[in-house]
């Protein structure tokens, strides 16, 4: 991976069915308001399955965040933030699974 092109770190989460009520929209706010202004980050999405009614659709999970980082070392440094701790503090022990998908930018996209 070369350092100059963007990295789109994404988590699917599922959660425990004892997970408060509220949780999702608990992790949505810690999103925006606590992981969006970490540097690096350049883009914070989050939601819910949309419900889409397709065979390739997986649409099990509680809640989806992706995390744009103007680069791999940006992405490697969140994991060791501070927010990062805290954030699985807070939130893990509501998890029954998580999966992470990392992606770099392609070859051929445009400079931005």
Request: glycine share 6%.
């Amino acid at each position: 991976m070369t350092d100059s092109k963007r990295l789109m770190h994404s988590v699917v989460f599922w959660l425990r069915t004892d997970a408060p009520a509220g949780t999702t929209a608990e992790i949505a706010t810690f999103y925006q308001q606590r992981i969006a202004p970490v540097a690096g980050v350049e883009q914070v999405f989050v939601g819910s399955p949309a419900g889409t009614d397709r065979d390739v659709v997986d649409n099990t999970c509680q809640i989806m965040s992706s995390v744009v980082f103007e680069s791999e070392a940006a992405a490697t440094a969140w994991q060791t933030d501070l927010v990062h701790d805290e954030f699985r503090e807070r939130f893990g022990p509501t998890f029954e699974r998580v999966i992470v998908y990392d992606t770099i930018e392609a070859q051929g996209t445009p400079d931005r």
